[in-house]
């Protein structure tokens, strides 16, 4: 990096200065920002180093502020039904009986390891998610 770079990051911090994101208000800010220097056709280095700078401090604030919380496999495995269009009757292959389907979903009993491999074959997904 040159000096004349050096200079014009520290002018630029100067300018915007980022600081940890610490509120939503903060952090759309920062988007509203890192979105006007994504915008601009070529970058000077000044303005790539901040725009990394800024992601990072985004990504920061985002990861600890919307954690995701963990799934049970039974929650994991009704969404999947949704989101394929699926009902019961449709997981009968999965766990040889309709009354089985109904307990599994029910959470009146767990998934078993070969319940977990075939829904991970049947839906393309890694068998984790349903652990």
């Known amino acids: 990096m040159t000096v004349t770079a050096t200079a ?12 940890a994101i610490h ?3 903060e952090n759309e800010h920062a ?9 601009k056709p070529q970058l000077t280095t000044a303005e790539q180093q901040l725009v990394e700078l800024l992601a990072i401090l985004i990504e920061d604030f985002e990861d600890k502020q ?6 049970k496999p039974v929650e994991v495995l009704a969404e999947l039904m949704e989101a394929h269009g699926l009902r019961q009757k449709d ?8 009354s089985i389907v109904s307990e599994v979903l029910n959470e009146k009993r767990t998934l078993t390891t ?6 991970a074959q049947k839906f393309r997904v890694s068998p984790a998610v349903f652990i």
């Open 8 to 19: 014009d990051y520290r002018k630029l911090l100067a300018q915007a200065a980022p600081t």
């Open 23 to 25: 509120s939503e208000q």
């Open 31 to 39: 988007i509203a920002l890192l979105e006007d220097l994504s915008s």
């Open 66 to 71: 919307y954690l995701l919380k963990q799934s």
């Open 91 to 98: 997981l009968v292959d999965v766990f040889s009986t309709p």
């Open 114 to 119: 070969e319940h977990i491999r075939k829904l």
